[in-house]
């Protein structure tokens, strides 16, 4: 998992509370523990049921430390409608898998639609962006390897996600929700970071090419 605080990569190691209520069928369990990387706490809140067989462990728990989202800052250079929804995704992460893997299933088709893969159903602008032969639009292998795997995600391609159903609730796992806003990391990277550091760099050459009574860079 990823520590919700400093972001880094980190080995699973909770500690488990049981809390009951009286006089009720539901056991809540609380999950705590500290981030070796950065000493921080990170506490979690389940449901869990009583069942003739004992007691059903929670299948999901709620992020209770911290609240908010630790996703890395978006850059300025992603367009602000798909930043926003970047944005709620990764809020909503720790309270809603399903609502925050809606919100990147979105996110992804628009970035694909400016693109221009204007196929109003996602797995086809998956199939055509993945099927590019034009070198300057392909996408690089890195990148291509992790959207081709959106192909074994049965929530993105079990399910004909149309422009109309872009915010289709689905069953989805935490850890699926978190791996669609890394793969829209690597998105943003490819199609605005890059490009827009390019054009900046290209424009400062062009100033010096012009102070020298040079040409512009081709």
């Not at 809140?45 to 009583?50: D, S, T, V």
């Not at 992460?93 to 809606?102: E, F, I, M, T």
């Amino acid at each position: 998992m990823k520590c919700p605080h400093c972001t880094v990569t980190i080995h699973e190691s909770w500690e488990l509370s049981p809390t009951y209520v009286k006089g009720s069928a539901t056991l809540w369990r609380t999950r705590f523990m500290t981030c070796p990387e950065c000493a921080k706490d990170i506490l979690g809140i389940g449901k869990a049921q009583r069942t003739p067989n004992g007691l059903s462990e929670p299948k999901n728990f709620t992020q209770v430390i911290p609240t908010g989202s630790s996703r890395p800052p978006v850059s300025t250079d992603v367009p602000q409608d798909i930043a926003s929804d970047y944005k709620e995704a990764a809020l909503v992460l720790p309270l809603s898998s399903k609502a925050s893997a809606a919100l990147s299933r979105r996110c992804l088709q628009s970035i694909l639609w400016n693109a221009g893969y204007v196929q109003k159903d996602l797995s086809k602008q998956i199939d055509a962006v993945l099927a590019e032969t034009d070198t300057t639009k392909a996408l690089p292998t890195g990148v291509h390897s992790i959207v081709d795997a959106i192909r074994n995600f049965g929530n993105f391609s079990a399910h004909k996600i149309t422009d109309q159903t872009s915010l289709q609730v689905i069953e989805v796992e935490a850890h699926e929700a978190e791996w669609c806003l890394d793969i829209l990391d690597e998105l943003f990277d490819h199609y605005y970071v890059r490009p827009a550091i390019a054009a900046r760099r290209k424009a400062l050459l062009d100033a010096k090419l012009a102070a020298g009574n040079k040409p512009p860079a081709k």
